[in-house]
């Protein structure tokens, strides 16, 4: 199975400030063939099911602010909140979909300091 | 908009089954090209993939559950479900169903998920 660790387990951001979450996997996610990263990012707020917000890496799903945004290729990833608000308030996984059975982060929880 | 409701038993013993619906409304369970999903979250080991089905009823499974998995559909009620035997105390979670995305028919992520229904295992 492909390991994701994400870092770091917490962080705690100022509102208007920036939120950065790594992601590493185990192996590469790029697929060369179609230079796409099989990477997703979800956030889930406290009581909520995990929400999608990015896929291939970097691409922001349908309606979500563009605040948010994703990097990286291979192996190392970011995801990039620029601006934190309130409701940014959650944990955010990491998720390859490359090989089976796909696999999550452990998870990076995102407080207000 | 699609959405996704689990529902079952919150308790189950030791040894017995575990079985789980889930009922898909705003959009067709055979139509699309989705992987129907079921996934796990516990404190301990965090967000675990169960296993998936296709519109065609191609399943996957997590090699960690397969010997006790199975994922079927329902498509005259627009639902699919979950059966996992022989659950133990590490089977207690909080249980997911998801509709998974796909563009290259085969890999996919996850959108949307249901509300989750935690289910434990104890006698």
């Known amino acids: 199975d492909i390991v994701m660790t994400q870092s770091p387990d917490s962080l705690a951001v100022s509102l208007g400030e920036r939120a950065t979450i790594n992601c590493k996997s185990s192996q590469s996610v790029l697929y060369y063939s179609n230079n796409h990263n099989y990477l997703a990012w979800y956030q889930q707020r406290p009581g909520q099911p995990p929400k999608l917000l990015i896929y291939w890496a970097s691409t922001r799903e349908s309606g979500v602010p563009d605040r948010f945004s994703g990097s990286g290729s291979g192996t190392d990833f970011t995801l990039t909140i620029s601006s934190l608000q309130a409701e940014d308030v959650a944990v955010y996984y990491c998720q390859q979909y490359y090989t089976l059975p796909w696999t999550f982060g452990q998870g990076t929880k995102v407080e207000i300091k | 908009q699609v959405q996704l409701q689990e529902s079952g038993p919150g308790l189950v013993k030791p040894s017995q089954t575990l079985s789980l619906t889930c009922t898909v409304s705003g959009d067709s369970i055979s139509g699309g090209n989705y992987y129907w999903t079921w996934i796990r979250q516990t404190a301990g080991r965090g967000l675990e993939w169960i296993g998936r089905?296709?519109?065609?009823?191609?399943?996957n499974y997590n090699p960690s559950l397969e010997s006790r998995v199975t994922i079927s559909l329902d498509p005259s009620k627009n639902q699919f479900s979950l059966m996992l035997s022989s659950v133990t105390a590490a089977d207690t979670a909080v249980y997911y169903c998801?509709?998974?995305?796909?563009?290259?028919?085969?890999?996919?992520?996850?959108?949307?998920w249901g509300q989750g229904t935690l289910v434990a295992v104890s006698s």
């Open positions: 998801a509709r998974g995305i796909t563009v290259v028919d085969f890999n996919n992520w996850f959108d949307p």
């Open positions: 089905i296709k519109t065609s009823g191609t399943t």
